[in-house]
């Protein structure tokens, strides 16, 4: 397991999804246990598992670490990924959703973008529709590489955060002590003085 900066294996999960069905992915995400920051759990059936460590060093400016911590997804760690809506296998009603975005090439690709949403937009106002549908559709029409079912929790922990996070010890261990250090040596732990 290397470590690297969250955005490293945020631009390989944009690499990534050009190969992979983007709708596929699934993330678990929350406040760390004892300290300043959020933990994230991405996961794909053919990409494996990435574990996030972050925290918002300013308004601006979010720094952090993370690593690769499974090549696939198992049956043991399945069930610990939220599912979508009516998928057959689960009767979870698993709201939150997630999508990781890449910004447009050029001037051209932006408007064709804009084009696809607009029309996306159009379609699902005329008809009958899913909340679902409607976000599958609009991130396919924003070409996103990646995005999918979330649980989430904005000033807790999900109790998936903790099984992923004692399913991988090593790593979350390696990674808390990593992100501490970035904490430390921006001064973010010491508060005003």
Do not use: C
């Amino acid at each position: 397991m290397r470590v690297r900066d969250w955005q490293d294996i945020l631009s390989e999960v944009v690499d990534d999804g050009r190969d992979r069905d983007p709708d596929a992915w699934r993330a678990v995400a929350g406040s760390r246990r004892r300290s300043l920051g959020e933990d994230l759990f991405l996961a794909h059936p053919d990409a494996g598992v990435y574990q996030l460590k972050t925290y918002a060093k300013n308004p601006y400016e979010v720094r952090g670490v993370g690593a690769r911590v499974a090549r696939r997804v198992d049956d043991g760690l399945d069930p610990l990924f939220p599912r979508r809506r009516g998928d057959g296998e689960h009767d979870e009603n698993d709201a939150g959703r997630f999508a990781v975005q890449r910004p447009p090439e050029d001037e051209s690709q932006a408007e064709s973008i804009a084009r696809r949403l607009e029309e996306t937009v159009k379609v699902h106002a005329d008809a009958p529709t899913t909340a679902d549908d409607f976000f599958t559709d609009v991130m396919e029409a924003l070409d996103s590489p990646a995005f999918g079912p979330m649980d989430y929790e904005f000033d807790a922990r999900p109790d998936r955060l903790d099984d992923l996070a004692d399913e991988f010890t090593d790593a979350d261990e390696l990674l808390s002590s990593d992100l501490d250090d970035l904490i430390e040596s921006d001064g973010v732990d010491r508060g005003f003085q």
